[in-house]
């Protein structure tokens, strides 16, 4: 793995949300210039472009999950008049989304209990950095898939590291079989290029 700091490593090598919480604390406020100027962060442009294939909506309700600095709701808002709601566990990370005036509602949520949110709300949910080692669990996804609407979508990127380790193929074949999602995109890309790093962008469609 190529060059990487020692925020960046503390936040990969959490064990626990008090250690996401605190590490994000100390990195928030450098957070977007490190990944987007230093570390050459390519996730959350590749994942919006994405997204607007799928989502014609000019106007739709988007969930932005794991929303952090507000890298990605900043990108949707600059082409579309999406209505973005961010959340994030970091309360310092939730500060900086605030200050970028690109969301209507910011929540402190742990996504990886159930969202307080009522099935079927989003057009989209796109969740960008998010599922990676000591994070957030291949199992949120099933609730990002019930609060998005029937025909809506759901764009997320997945670490290749964390892929391996983890059950998100069998986690995606277990919904398509359920008849509740169809992988309509499935790629491998460039992830961070100062760490040489891929990660997987996925697009289900909700049906």
Excluded at 38 to 51: D, I, K
Excluded at 155 to 167: G, I, P, Q, Y
Aim: hydrophobic share 40%.
């Amino acid at each position: 793995m190529g060059h990487r700091t020692e925020i960046h490593d503390k936040v990969l090598n959490a064990k626990s949300l008090k250690d996401i919480s605190e590490a994000y604390g100390v990195w928030a406020k450098t957070y977007d210039q490190d990944l987007l100027e230093n570390f050459g962060y390519q996730a959350p442009a590749r994942s919006v472009e994405l997204l607007l294939k799928y989502l014609p909506i000019e106007e739709a309700i988007v969930l932005d999950a794991g929303c952090g600095t507000g890298l990605v709701g900043q990108l949707l808002s600059k082409v579309r008049k999406f209505r973005i709601d961010g959340a994030d566990y970091s309360q310092s990370m939730l500060g900086e989304a605030q200050a970028k005036g690109c969301y209507r509602a910011l929540h402190q949520v742990d996504l990886n209990q159930p969202l307080q949110t009522a099935a079927g709300t989003y057009d989209a949910v796109i969740c960008i950095g998010t599922f990676t080692l000591g994070h957030v669990q291949p199992e949120a996804l099933r609730e990002m898939v019930r609060v998005t609407r029937s025909g809506g979508v759901i764009c997320f990127t997945v670490r290749d590291e964390f892929w391996l380790k983890s059950n998100f193929g069998k986690l995606l074949n277990d919904l398509e079989q359920a008849g509740l999602t169809d992988t309509t995109e499935l790629q491998t890309i460039d992830y961070i290029l100062t760490e040489g790093s891929k990660c997987k962008l996925v697009l289900l469609t909700v049906l």
